[in-house]
């Protein structure tokens, strides 16, 4: 499981208190904390690009020493975001073609990234479409995502280099992109609810029975071992029967 962790300028704005990346590096330790021994946890920050800075492993310390170390810098790429998440789950780097063909990563069904993110789209390249391919590397792969929307629709406004912006929840993208990977997008209006994201988020694979009819294999093994037994007949009188 990787937490990729919006670390924006934007994550600064606090119309959640005390800060948006405040509430949800608290989440995230939260969700670290709630997950068994066996799922095993990495971090990747991320604004224009994406740094991994926690590899996956079963070493909670070194996760949650990770999340805390995050500080806001940059505009956000979702793509970046994804990629660099996908990155960290396979080892390789993970990268769109220059004409746009997706790369083939393998099928990795127990892995989930869980993004924590406002939303807002400032530093990527491409536009929606760079971010809809690199859903789609994920989905391909069987790599979930769940995104957990951090801020307000009201928004705050922050100073960045002597500037004012004002920043908003952006939770378009965010629920395309969940969707897109058949996970989910959970907005968080406030620390409270941000904070409880953990015990609604489930990466535990559920194993169901289901009957497959074998009919068809027996079948096919039956007309096998006919033909076998016409050759062997055949080898051995000298005509076939």
Request: charged fraction near 15%; proline fraction near 4%; glycine fraction near 12%.
């Amino acid at each position: 499981m990787i937490l990729a962790m919006d670390v924006s300028n934007s994550m600064s704005a606090d119309d959640v208190t005390p800060s948006r990346l405040a509430v949800a590096q608290q989440a995230a330790l939260s969700f670290v904390d709630a997950q068994p021994d066996s799922v095993d946890i990495g971090v990747v920050g991320f604004d224009q690009g994406a740094l991994t800075t926690s590899q996956p492993s079963a070493d909670r310390a070194a996760a949650k020493a990770a999340v805390q170390r995050l500080r806001t810098a940059g505009g956000t790429s979702l793509v970046s975001a994804i990629l660099g998440s996908l990155s960290a789950i396979t080892g390789t780097p993970v990268r769109i073609g220059e004409d746009g063909d997706l790369p083939d990563i393998g099928y990795w069904g127990s892995a989930t990234i869980v993004l924590f993110s406002d939303g807002e789209d400032q530093g990527g390249t491409g536009g929606s479409d760079a971010v809809s391919a690199a859903a789609t590397i994920a989905q391909n792969a069987g790599v979930h995502i769940e995104a957990v929307g951090v801020g307000t629709a009201d928004g705050a406004t922050v100073e960045i280099d002597g500037y004012q912006l004002h920043t908003a929840l952006d939770p378009g993208q965010l629920t395309a992109i969940a969707q897109a990977t058949g996970g989910h997008y959970r907005p968080a209006p406030d620390a409270e609810q941000l904070d409880n994201v953990a015990s609604t988020i489930d990466l535990r694979l559920t194993v169901a029975k289901q009957d497959v009819p074998l009919a068809g294999g027996f079948i096919a093994v039956a007309l096998v071992l006919l033909a076998v037994s016409a050759l062997l007949t055949g080898v051995r009188t000298g005509r076939l029967v």
